[in-house]
């Protein structure tokens, strides 16, 4: 009897728990779904080919976020190309060659720290460093960005980098292989999906950042060329979106650039998911 009375509750204890779980579960879906449902109601009707191929012009009243578009793209491309390289950098030295273990401890909670500072702060940080010595700009903005991003990236690809086996390492080594060759033709192809994560994790980051472009960037609403754009200022989505819904009271305008945002973060994921798979493939062959 004791036994069986010890058995019912664990059985109505792993139920309850499945119960509990299944409700967490349906309540995160809901809450994407109806978040993401409300912001295509809302935004797709006011998204017209004129909004999204001119500039704002104030004396005809014409709203276009062209420019705005523009600058997105400009800075999450110049942010990535330096954060990517930086990021698996410093994970690469971190998992593979550093050798003193207190000062990649610290290194480590160091990145963690980073990553939980408030955006507000890294723009404070930015504007100090960046804007007061190039002025405010696209570039004073995308540096920034790094600097929000890099722990990311690093962390990211450190925790995909300790995923490879040892075993791997060890028989390149018997094999005459270098310390870099083994990094470049075994760890670095073994650890694609962590950096495609740290990506894919900075990109979505980067493409919905205000608070610290807000005091790098700046406001301008011009179509510039990509060389020429990072040397000047310019709004990108979200800030456009700030300055449509608080300052302009322009909701639809608004709703239409977030969702134009919410179809950007799924076509990155989505080409992500592509470059993986291809990855994966090649593994596999």
Not at 60 to 75: A, S, V
Not at 102 to 123: C, D, Q
Not at 218 to 239: C, D, E, I, Q, R
Request: with cysteine.
């Amino acid at each position: 009897m004791p036994h069986q009375s010890l058995s019912r509750k664990r059985k109505n204890y792993e139920a309850l728990m499945k119960v509990l779980m299944l409700l967490s579960v349906g309540i995160t879906a809901a809450l994407v779904l109806f978040l993401l449902i409300y912001v295509l109601v809302k935004g797709v009707p006011n998204i017209t080919w004129e909004l999204l191929s001119t500039s704002p012009s104030y004396l005809t009243e014409r709203i276009g976020i062209l420019p705005d578009i523009l600058n997105t793209l400009y800075i999450l491309l110049l942010s990535l190309l330096i954060v990517l390289p930086l990021g698996v950098g410093a994970a690469i030295y971190l998992s593979e060659y550093a050798s003193n273990k207190k000062l990649l401890a610290l290194i480590e909670y160091a990145a963690e720290t980073l990553s939980g500072i408030p955006s507000i702060i890294y723009g404070l940080v930015g504007m100090l460093l960046f804007s007061n010595s190039m002025g405010t700009c696209l570039m004073a903005g995308a540096l920034t960005l790094v600097i929000m991003n890099l722990p990311t990236i690093m962390r990211a690809t450190q925790e995909s980098l300790k995923t490879v086996p040892q075993s791997y390492r060890e028989g390149a080594f018997g094999l005459g292989a270098g310390k870099w060759r083994v990094v470049r033709t075994v760890v670095l192809p073994g650890c694609v999906d962590g950096v495609i994560t740290g990506c894919i994790l900075a990109a979505g980051r980067i493409l919905g950042e205000s608070a610290a472009l807000l005091f790098t960037a700046g406001f301008a609403h011009t179509v510039l060329s990509f060389p020429l754009g990072m040397k000047s200022p310019g709004a990108t989505l979200t800030v456009a979106l700030y300055v449509y819904a608080k300052e302009q009271g322009e909701f639809g305008v608004a709703f239409a650039i977030a969702a134009i945002l919410m179809f950007m973060t799924i076509l990155i994921n989505f080409a992500a998911t592509i470059v993986q798979n291809r990855f994966e493939k090649r593994k596999s062959l």
